[in-house]
């Protein structure tokens, strides 16, 4: 599967954005699914997970309540809704899957595929 996402932007602190990623050249049913980010001159971080049916999510701690992620497989999009954005939520954020990870992988190495980042800045 090939990975696209979009939806990146400036925000002012508090507001929301809504990032997706769709999957083409295989059906994303098949695959679990991950949101990272990377913000500069640090590492990249594991954000959130979703399952292969989407019923399963799980979590960073730094992102429970603010975070939403949700797949539709019948569009082949995985969304991260992000609210009460932060500055410090700032960063170059992507879509991972990978088709024989467990649910809930919560490690860059469980996932082979990669999209482009989509970048997020948040000014305070």
């Known amino acids: 599967v090939q990975l696209q996402a979009s939806g990146g932007g400036t925000v002012q602190a508090g507001g929301s954005l809504r990032l997706s990623c769709v999957g083409s050249?295989?059906?994303?049913?098949?695959?679990?699914m991950a949101w990272f980010r990377q913000a500069p001159g640090k590492e990249r971080e594991f954000i959130a997970t979703?399952?292969?049916?989407?019923?399963?999510?799980d979590y960073a701690d730094f992102v429970k309540g603010r975070f939403t992620i949700s797949k539709d497989n019948a569009k082949n999009t995985v969304h991260l809704q992000m609210n009460m954005l932060e500055p410090e939520d700032t960063a170059v954020y992507c879509c991972?899957?990978?088709?024989?990870?467990?649910?809930?992988?919560?490690?860059?190495?469980?996932?082979?595929?990669w999209g482009q980042g989509t970048q997020v800045t948040v000014s305070s």
């Open positions: 050249g295989d059906a994303m049913r098949n695959y679990v």
């Open positions: 991972a899957a990978d088709r024989f990870s467990r649910t809930g992988a919560a490690t860059q190495n469980a996932y082979r595929t």
């Open positions: 979703v399952s292969r049916g989407g019923s399963s999510t």
